[in-house]
């Protein structure tokens, strides 16, 4: 089950991610990391949800940046050892990713800006499009593979 959007005094609150059948792309190892890259979704969200300090939102945001180029490093090396055809499709949705997080970050960071609300709904589709789409069919893939 992904986020949803609710509305509560003017504010959007994203509800965290829960974890269920329906983001497994069926690789325990991949589910793994998926797992916690929600985990730190639902941090920062919950973050911003309590006011938490600009500083502690950017340490969150960078760590779930920094954890999923790592995730995706794994996702790539699992394409090479199996030879996924999509390869360079799906590292290309890998760049972009992490190039609109990234971009992201340094407008927080230029501007001295907190992480809002709508920056949460951004990183939700962000993380939860690309299981259910690039991932899903990466995993279909690796499924057949002995």
């Known amino acids: 089950m992904t986020a949803r959007e609710a509305t509560v005094a003017g504010r959007k609150i994203v509800k965290d ?31 911003v949800q309590e006011g938490e300090s600009p500083e502690y939102l950017a340490a969150t945001l960078k760590e779930l940046i920094n954890c999923t180029v790592w995730h995706f490093s794994h996702e790539e090396r699992l394409m090479l050892k199996h030879r996924y055809p999509e390869m360079a499709e799906h590292q290309a949705e890998h760049r972009d990713l992490i ?27 962000w993380l939860t499009e690309h299981i259910f789409t690039a991932d899903l069919r990466l995993g279909n893939f690796l499924a057949q593979k002995p």
């Open 99 to 125: 190039n609109s997080a990234q971009e992201l970050q340094q407008e927080l960071l230029s501007a001295d800006k907190a992480v809002a609300d709508e920056h949460i709904v951004f990183l939700e589709r």
């Open 17 to 47: 991610i829960v974890w269920g059948a329906i983001l497994s792309v069926g690789v325990d190892e991949i589910d793994e990391d998926h797992r916690k890259l929600i985990g730190i979704f639902n941090i920062l969200n919950h973050a």
